[in-house]
């Protein structure tokens, strides 16, 4: 379904109870909410769930314009309202991670508890130039190639804008130069991280996340990659609901 959200229009998927807690899954870069989609359906059956595309990917309207991190809270927090969401608990993977963390800075008021899936609150300047690689790849030769860039296999869905993709990987970047860390410390929402040790971006940032986030858990979990959720679908699936249990219910 598409809703009206932060003024532009926003493809989202919804199942489980209407009266369950609510969980909303935030997608990483070049992706699209579809890959949420063997979790939305094992945890519909404990919860409310949402995945949705982000701006400029997936069936979502592009954006070429520039974006900040800010702007893609703004976007969740208008999915929230056009959902009449008063507060959900985050899944995030990946850049979706970033803006998952992000919302926890500045709408922590509508963040019930926190999963951060193979991610990280900063970043060195070799991984924001890649970002930024990645981003001129996108605007210049369009989404598919940016995929290509990144590693990622092209999908049954829509293309992501090359455009909006570029802007997007543009604020990710970010973290380099204005890192999430020091206001993370402030947030005090229950947090579970995840991290396979064979993530090709490594645990490091997980466990500064660890540190950093008081009463947060970390996992870290052996043989697993980047993509964990899809790895070991029933493993996450469980421990992920489990922990969302503990905290919400």
């Known amino acids: 379904m598409l ?12 199942e489980g109870p209407a009266d369950a807690p609510a969980v909303v899954f935030v ?9 949420w989609a063997e979790q939305a359906g094992l945890l519909s059956q404990r919860f409310r769930t949402v995945r949705f595309d982000m701006r400029s990917h ?9 974006c900040t991190r800010s702007d893609l809270v703004a976007d969740l927090a208008g999915l929230l309202d056009a959902l009449d969401l008063v507060s959900v608990s985050l899944v995030g993977h990946s850049a979706g991670g970033v803006v998952a963390m992000q919302s926890a800075v500045e709408i922590s008021e509508r963040v019930d508890s926190l999963v951060l899936v193979g991610t990280a609150s900063e ?5 924001a130039a890649w970002y930024r690689s990645t981003a ?20 049954s869905g829509p293309l992501p804008d090359g455009a909006g993709l570029g802007q997007m990987a543009r604020a990710m970047a970010s973290i380099n130069d204005e890192p999430l860390t020091e206001a993370l410390r402030a947030v005090e929402i229950p947090t579970l991280i995840i991290v396979g040790d064979k993530d090709f971006l490594g645990a490091g940032g997980s466990v500064i996340l660890s540190r950093t ?3 947060s858990e970390l996992e870290i979990v052996e043989g697993r990659g ?4 899809i790895e070991d679908p029933q493993w996450f ?13």
């Open 3 to 14: 809703v009206t959200a932060n003024g532009r229009q926003i493809s989202c998927e919804i």
């Open 27 to 35: 997608h990483g870069l070049a992706a699209s909410g579809s890959v």
């Open 58 to 66: 997936g069936d979502s309207s592009p954006d070429p314009a520039p």
């Open 123 to 127: 970043c060195n300047e070799r991984t």
């Open 136 to 155: 001129d790849t996108a605007v210049t030769e369009g989404g598919e190639s940016a995929m290509k860039a990144m590693g990622m296999k092209k999908g």
């Open 213 to 215: 986030i008081a009463g």
């Open 226 to 229: 980047h993509g964990i959720y």
């Open 237 to 249: 699936a469980t421990r992920v609901g489990d922990f969302i249990a503990a905290a919400v219910l």
